[in-house]
């Protein structure tokens, strides 16, 4: 046969369309063009394909060889239709005979030796090619990470051979099964996370007020922002969350490892399932943090999909990069438009912001005058900081009464200190998730306004409460349904099946930064 079908997939987002390989072989001067909007990395494969094919001992026919890649509208980039093309010209040219390539779909690079390396995007193509219900033939490289997705047939191969062999049935290849990993370069990419994962909130000297805003943060999803003098611990709470916040089901784990995928970053089959903690440089540009790029690239924000985003000295990152935010913030997610293609990335992120007070650090050093601090302050906006749900004071700890004070774990003896380590939080967290999602199907931080009218209904008496508390405290509309939010997750924590005004109060009490800028501009 002269012309041969080959299906395998492009990379548009987190999604992976389908792409057909159409390889037809005509006689006429020896020619190789490639149709269909490749970009320069696809149209490179053209030299790739031909020494492979011939490095491998397969015949490189000497005819006109027009490879289309249908449909022509979608653009085509990377080296990942290399095994593809190699494929469709193999079956073109009657080496590959009475076999239905139909049932399969191909990918992965080509070395000039025909050996096949791995690439980036095989998560979202393994899901993908699920759903077709085709075996996905890749690198073996890449083998663990498609793994991941359990209703996908994954066949990794390490040669163009192997994959010749495999579809003739002279050497079957076995499904592949996630191992293990034992890749140095697999546990130094996922070192980060298993470290924060292993940090325990019982490190934490005193603060108890903003350990149990993280209790509360961690059990509803809620944003979160600490600010305090330096010292006091912000940046260490921060990294604490990760250790009390449950492990993502499958779905929502398969969804955050597709974006790290498509970004090149290695996947760990040990800890995929572990939320992500970001933690960008305050000179990050916007578009680190949303993304962007000729063709479209998930930013940090992506990245920290279903995960935390943890953004330290929240001033320094500039008012307008930190208003870019506001959006995703509100819609968990982002809309990238180029020329070249639109992308929408989800950024279902939590938020963590750490910041002091003033620009000298503490706001009781007398070194900046009110006016200092305030100008310092209004680097944030405040639709931005209405849409955090927390904000915590950290004051500085008495160390002279802690060092008096023996912590001792998991209770109170003798007068000491009661100490709960991150496991005995993280009871209570599942607990109250678990609450959540039985009643409305998703956690407190996404309630609508009707759903907040139908979760937490308030009686006269705590009607009359909380709007003397809006209006004394200046509160915008959006910050009374955080703080209805807020309240609905310390019922939870607390197994009470209705928002009463103790809830309400201690809810109104992580407000601490909308109260330091109320009497800053009343000086």
Known sequence: MSLSVVYTRANLGVEAPLVTIEVHLSNGLPAFNLVGLPETTVKESRDRVRSALINADFEFPAKRITVNMAPADLPKGGSRFDLAIAIGIIAASDQLKRVDLSQFEFIGELALSGKLRPIQGALPMAFAASKSDRQLILPKDNGNEASLVSKAHII?????????????????????????????????????????????????????????????????????????????????????????????????????????????????PDTWRQRTFRQPHHTSSATALVGGGSYPKPGEISLAHNGILFLDELPEFGRHILDVLREPMETGEINISRAAQKVVYPADFQLVAAMNPSPTGDIDDNRASPDQVLKYLNRISGPFLDRIDLQVNVPKVDLGKTLRSKPVEGGKQNGSLKVENSAQVLARVIKAQAAQLQRQGRLNKALNTNEINQYCPLTELEGVFLAKAMETMQLSMRAYH????????????????????????????????????????EI
């Not at 290849?173 to 909130?201: F, G, P, R, W």
């Not at 003098?229 to 009390?244: D, E, H, Q, V, Y």
């Not at 209805?484 to 407000?511: C, K, P, W, Y």
């Open 156 to 268: 990794a191969a390490e040669s163009l051979v192997d994959v010749y062999l495999h579809l003739t049935g002279k050497q079957k290849l076995q499904a592949h099964i996630v191992q293990a990993s034992t890749s140095k370069s697999i546990e130094e990419a996922n070192m980060l996370s298993t470290e924060h994962a292993n940090n325990d909130i019982a490190d934490i000297i005193d603060q108890q007020h903003a350990k149990r805003a993280l209790e509360i943060a961690a059990a509803g999803g809620h944003n979160l922002l600490f600010f305090g003098p330096a010292g006091t611990g912000k940046s260490m709470l921060a990294n604490r969350l990760l250790s009390i916040t449950p492990e993502l089901d499958e779905e929502s784990a398969l969804a955050s490892a597709a974006i790290r995928s498509i970004s090149g970053e290695a996947i760990c």
């Open 482 to 521: 955080r703080t209805m939010r807020v309240a609905r997750t310390i019922a939870d924590l607390e197994g009470a099946e209705r928002v009463n005004q103790q809830h309400l109060a201690e809810a109104l009490s992580f407000r601490s930064f909308d109260r330091m800028l109320n009497e800053l501009t």
